[in-house]
């Protein structure tokens, strides 16, 4: 969910670069069409968790998912920060 | 939160034997003129053959360094990717869980992925509850009592196996942990399905749409229950400068414990309702409709968890009440 009275829109610079997060991470580990990849930033509430992360879901079909963590806002991550986090 | 675009997500929970598959059977058998893809723990119990029904081996994990709120079912993830794929083929999702299932991370599931998010909305959690059993279920397990605590729609099922008097215990039991889901009686689980499906439940538009007469004379009840809820209710406007930084604080500190909260509130010198959610930390709220020129301009906040600090919230609340009014 999102912030009091800020209404959560997915604006086209979100979704551009998510679909370019997607297509790098496909490309990095080579993966299947099946293989399903999400993106999400996560901003937590709890005073425990860090600020704004973008978090990357990788899920090979009959594989486990493996979850990546880039310490940035989705709109800021590039090229460099996905390889760095894959290796 | 919702666009017509998105495919509605009813959640199914309940103990083992309630009668889940029961209703499950129903949504995939009557002609009630939709389809649903059904996702479920176990083929086993499905008595119909139907491509649209997906088994899933639940897997949980933290988005998040162990924070609960980031806790979402990465099973569902993928499944519901899968789905979309197929869109066209249903109008619905449905997603059955194990009877010891967890709620809360089937549930922010689809707030917290956005993916998930972009692509589907949390219609309704439902769960179905044996009248007979349910006062075993709730000593037996804290599960049972927190699938009641989410529950948009409680669905009490086999009241032919009890006596009135015994229902009628079930229904206060049922009230003390969650006031404001609706509770539908059945045998056989014979709700009609329009009760259960399609309820937009999640939105903005339809918190606390329980009969106000029942809130307002809404009592607490004491019960050794490890979930229990809070209703706080002011007809003095509230200062929005007071009571948005106190809601954000009580869910950022006791989100952990607070399973869920809906509230519509008033606030000074505001011509429209404030309508606000949560479930654990997860926070929305926003302005709503205009108040109608006889409708009594009362704010209701109703907290729903463990170990609820009831003094500490009601104090907080009390707080925010505007200390003088605007002048006209």
């Given at each position: 969910?999102?912030?009091?009275?800020?209404?959560?829109?997915?604006?086209?610079?979100?979704?551009?670069?998510?679909?370019?997060?997607?297509?790098?991470?496909?490309?990095?580990?080579?993966?299947?069409?099946?293989?399903?990849?999400?993106?999400?930033?996560?901003?937590?509430?709890?005073?425990?968790?860090?600020?704004?992360?973008?978090?990357?879901?990788?899920?090979?079909?009959?594989?486990p998912?493996?979850?990546?963590?880039?310490?940035?806002?989705?709109l800021?991550?590039?090229?460099?920060?996905?390889?760095?986090?894959?290796? | 939160?919702?666009?017509?675009?998105?495919?509605?997500?009813?959640?199914?929970?309940?103990?083992?034997?309630?009668?889940?598959?029961?209703?499950?059977?129903?949504?995939?058998?009557?002609?009630?003129?939709?389809?649903?893809?059904?996702?479920?723990?176990?083929?086993?119990e499905?008595?119909?053959?139907?491509?649209?029904?997906?088994?899933s081996?639940?897997?949980?994990?933290?988005?998040?360094?162990?924070?609960?709120?980031c806790?979402?079912r990465?099973?569902?993830?993928?499944?519901?990717?899968?789905?979309m794929?197929?869109?066209?083929?249903?109008?619905?999702?449905?997603?059955?869980?194990?009877?010891?299932?967890?709620?809360?991370?089937?549930?922010q599931?689809?707030?917290?992925?956005?993916?998930?998010?972009?692509?589907?909305?949390?219609?309704?959690?439902?769960?179905?509850?044996?009248?007979?059993?349910?006062?075993?279920?709730?000593?037996?397990?804290?599960?049972?009592?927190?699938?009641?605590?989410?529950?948009?729609?409680?669905?009490?099922?086999?009241?032919d196996?009890?006596?009135?008097?015994?229902?009628?215990?079930?229904?206060?039991r049922?009230?003390?942990?969650?006031?404001?889901?609706?509770?539908?009686?059945?045998?056989?689980?014979?709700?009609?399905?329009?009760?259960?499906?399609?309820?937009?439940?999640?939105?903005?538009?339809?918190?606390?749409?329980?009969?106000?007469?029942?809130?307002?004379?809404?009592?607490?009840?004491?019960?050794?229950?490890?979930?229990?809820?809070?209703?706080?209710?002011?007809?003095?406007?509230?200062?929005?400068?007071?009571?948005?930084?106190?809601?954000?604080?009580?869910?950022?500190?006791?989100?952990?414990?607070?399973?869920?909260?809906?509230?519509?509130?008033?606030?000074?010198?505001?011509?429209?309702?404030?309508?606000?959610?949560?479930?654990?930390?997860?926070?929305?709220?926003?302005?709503?409709?205009?108040?109608?020129?006889?409708?009594?301009?009362?704010?209701?906040?109703?907290?729903?968890?463990?170990?609820?600090?009831?003094?500490?919230?009601?104090?907080?609340?009390?707080?925010?009440?505007?200390?003088?009014?605007?002048?006209?």
């Amino acid at each position: 969910m999102i912030s009091l009275g800020v209404r959560a829109g997915r604006s086209a610079d979100l979704k551009e670069s998510s679909d370019r997060i997607k297509s790098w991470v496909r490309q990095l580990l080579s993966l299947p069409n099946d293989a399903v990849v999400t993106v999400s930033e996560i901003t937590c509430r709890d005073v425990k968790c860090p600020g704004v992360e973008t978090v990357i879901l990788v899920m090979p079909p009959g594989a486990p998912t493996r979850l990546v963590k880039i310490s940035a806002p989705l709109l800021d991550v590039q090229l460099d920060d996905i390889e760095a986090a894959l290796k | 939160m919702t666009t017509q675009s998105t495919i509605p997500v009813t959640v199914l929970t309940g103990f083992l034997g309630a009668g889940k598959t029961t209703l499950l059977n129903r949504v995939l058998s009557e002609s009630h003129g939709k389809r649903y893809a059904v996702i479920v723990n176990e083929f086993g119990e499905i008595g119909i053959d139907n491509d649209l029904v997906v088994n899933s081996d639940e897997e949980i994990f933290e988005m998040n360094n162990g924070c609960i709120c980031c806790t979402v079912r990465g099973d569902l993830i993928r499944i519901i990717e899968g789905l979309m794929r197929r869109r066209g083929q249903f109008d619905g999702i449905l997603v059955e869980t194990t009877g010891l299932a967890d709620p809360a991370p089937v549930a922010q599931t689809f707030f917290v992925d956005d993916d998930v998010r972009k692509n589907t909305r949390l219609d309704a959690i439902v769960t179905v509850v044996d009248a007979k059993h349910l006062a075993d279920a709730l000593e037996d397990a804290h599960e049972a009592q927190a699938q009641i605590a989410f529950a948009d729609i409680v669905v009490l099922n086999k009241t032919d196996l009890v006596e009135p008097a015994a229902l009628d215990a079930v229904h206060r039991r049922i009230r003390a942990i969650n006031p404001v889901a609706t509770v539908r009686e059945a045998e056989r689980c014979n709700v009609p399905l329009t009760e259960v499906l399609d309820r937009n439940a999640f939105s903005l538009e339809r918190i606390l749409e329980v009969e106000p007469e029942f809130l307002e004379s809404l009592h607490e009840h004491e019960h050794d229950d490890h979930v229990t809820s809070l209703s706080l209710v002011s007809n003095e406007p509230l200062d929005p400068n007071a009571f948005l930084p106190w809601i954000q604080d009580v869910v950022q500190t006791l989100g952990a414990d607070i399973l869920r909260m809906k509230g519509i509130i008033a606030f000074r010198g505001d011509p429209d309702r404030f309508v606000v959610q949560s479930v654990h930390m997860l926070l929305d709220g926003d302005h709503q409709r205009a108040w109608k020129e006889n409708e009594a301009r009362t704010s209701r906040l109703v907290f729903i968890g463990r170990n609820l600090p009831k003094e500490l919230l009601r104090a907080g609340f009390e707080k925010s009440v505007a200390s003088e009014a605007l002048p006209s």
